[in-house]
């Protein structure tokens, strides 16, 4: 009892003394725990690259015209997960609910991913509100393109003649997939960091100082005078690519003229288009096809070189005097009549016509990236470094579509003068390079005072739509493009204060009707009765090209709808023509066309040769697959009232606001889009549910629709392989529906354009 009270009394004696070094030892304890935790993920994050990224549009962000939290699950493997929102101006991270989830993300740190190459990571959470600077590509201060932070490359098989220092240089040869490439790219690098591959001086010809930027004015009465001469001949440089022969064959047609000439070079990927334009060809003697193919990428010098060598064979082609060099592509097209066009040029025989930029000549050079160093391979515009502007020069730019004489093209293809062959070799290191060097060549040349500051055309820029770097896959800059006209722009074709001919751009899966606008204001009314005037039908698939263009999807799809075309027609016969009605296909489906009507997609018309059942000779069918529409608007109330559509697809257009998978063909590997289109209306916050095939949540997020918000879309994070079936995906406001619809993700009956085996899936 004694000790007993001893102890008490030492305990009341001491106790703040004790129970700080209790709170000592507690605190230390948890700083030890806390250390643990970070030794533990710091796995996780060694070989992770710390630079973010803006927003991609087409990766979990929004259309610029409205602003939206996230609120979702990515299916069974993720837990809590924040979404990103899109402003107009600039990405922000924002988060309107927490994430649902059907299952908790596991407590255990993954392993960490191999480094993802610049521009190219994931990014959720706070680090999507870190995504605004730093990112490979688009760094702080505008700097667009910069991958500080690559990766260092580790094949080991190549060994650069040089030590490649730049973080431009090493990030290119850490990305680059072919080693031939990454050969070029260090041999390009050490001979700039020699100081032996740009020009350091280029000799300036013109007696003119400063920068000449005259225009010609539009002049009705003018236009109606009698030309002095003879009028002059075009030769039309007509560059295309893709599928769309039929719009080619519109262009063609409302500028064809006997006296002119018409050289076409098709991209060495289209050889659909190619076939279909040497057959073309072959019908009139004024019209080539280049016998050479290049692959021309957006921004790339392949470009320029496709347009110095299709110039030298212009001039070389016997017969063929023209007097101008016009450029056009498949989705240009006139907006006054060849009358109209040669008589201006008649006029004016001795100008070149081309648009510049403006006077803020370092502002263009920046945004130009004329200061960098790039060079072209494996289909990519990789850039390299800095460089320097060569002195004794103006540097010029603007837009690659231009109006030449032939004395210039002459000039530039056939002279010996060092400031072409300096600004050649400058320019085959340069970004976008047909968009200036045709104007820095002319601007320093003798014949500068024959720069006219017009290129004759009308282009229809949105620029809050059509500047959302859509080119990054294919170069290291951000780039942008001009919109589609459609009726509502028709009045911006109608120019009246200087001279255009031509407008940019038209597609008719876009829109079809400002063409006919535009041929009845040209060249008035088609004749009654005229058929497929509102129809367009525009190939996706022929056998010729062979299945290596087609993805598995595409392959079950088509295959697909041949086998149920061939079965309904069979099931719903007569019994008495259910014999003559059984068909077999045979082999692939021979042609795969999409098909507009008054500018709607209607279905896709499939043409499959089959063996009927019967004793007969083989025939070629024509199916036609009409889209069955699954919308739903569910809800009277007002706001819900603002809901136009909803849809769900691939290959989103942030510029056009549409899908260029206009089937809607989707796979278990695809990772779809919901879009939304509202009328203007109260600010309201709505929920999107995804539900897959089961009947089971994979995923629901919110988003905020501001008064003027016209579309708005998103991509979730969903697990992938995709479940095969029907899912449906509904919009919720205070959980009271809104609408839904339902899409279709197609179960594969091709692997690596393989069919599969019943036994390869019971595997």
Known sequence: MVASARVQKLVRRYKLAIATALAI??????????FSGLEE????????????????????????DSSAGRRGSAGRR????????ESPGMPVAKVVRAVTSRHRASRRVPPAPPPEAPGRQNLSGAAAGEALVGAAGFPPHGDTGSVEGAPQPTDSSFTPKCEIVGKDALSALARASSKQCREEIAN????????????????????LAGKISPGIQWDEAQAQQPMDGPPVRIAYMLVVHGRAIRQLKRLLKAVYHEQHFFYIHVDKRSNYLHREVVELARQYDNVRVTPWRMVTIWGGASLLR????????????????WDFFINLSATDYPTRTNEELVAFLSKNRDKNFLKSHGRDNSRFIK???????????????????ERQIPAGIVVDGGSDWFVLTRSFVEYVVYTDDPLVAQLRQFYTYTLLPAESFFHTVLENSPA???????????TNWNRKLGCKCQYKHIVDWCGCSPNDFKPQDFLRLQQVSRPTFFARKFESTVNQEVLEILDFHLYGSYPPGTQALKAYWENTYDVADGPSGLSDVMLTAYTAFAR??????????????????????????????LYFYDDHFQGYLVTQAVQPSAQRPAETLEMWLMPQGSLKLLSHSDQASRLQSLEVGTEWDPKERLFRNFGGLLGPLDEPVAMQRWARGPNLTATVVWIDPTFVVATSYDIVVDSETEVTQYKPPLSRPLRPGAWTVRLLQFWEPLGETRFLVLPLTFNRKLPLRKAATEL
């Open 25 to 34: 030892l507690l605190l230390q304890g948890l700083v030890v725990w806390s």
């Open 41 to 64: 993920d710091e796995p996780g994050e060694k070989g992770r690259q710390r630079k973010q990224r803006p927003l991609d549009p087409g990766e979990g962000s929004k259309d610029t």
């Open 78 to 85: 993720h837990g809590r997960w924040r979404g990103r929102a």
């Open 188 to 207: 390009v690098v050490c001979l700039h960091q020699a100081g032996s591959l740009m020009p350091k001086v280029v000799p300036r010809h013109c007696q």
């Open 306 to 321: 496709m347009y110095l060598r299709s110039m030298r064979d212009l001039l070389e082609v016997p017969g063929w005097a």
């Open 367 to 385: 945004k130009q990236g004329l200061d960098r160093l790039f060079h072209e391979c494996d289909s990519h515009m990789w850039r390299l470094g």
């Open 448 to 458: 500068c005072e024959s720069l006219v500051d017009n290129n004759l055309r009308v």
């Open 564 to 593: 149920l075309s061939l079965r309904h027609a069979s099931t719903t016969a007569s019994p008495s023509a259910i014999p003559l009605c059984r068909f077999e296909p045979r082999g692939l489906p021979s042609s795969v066309h």
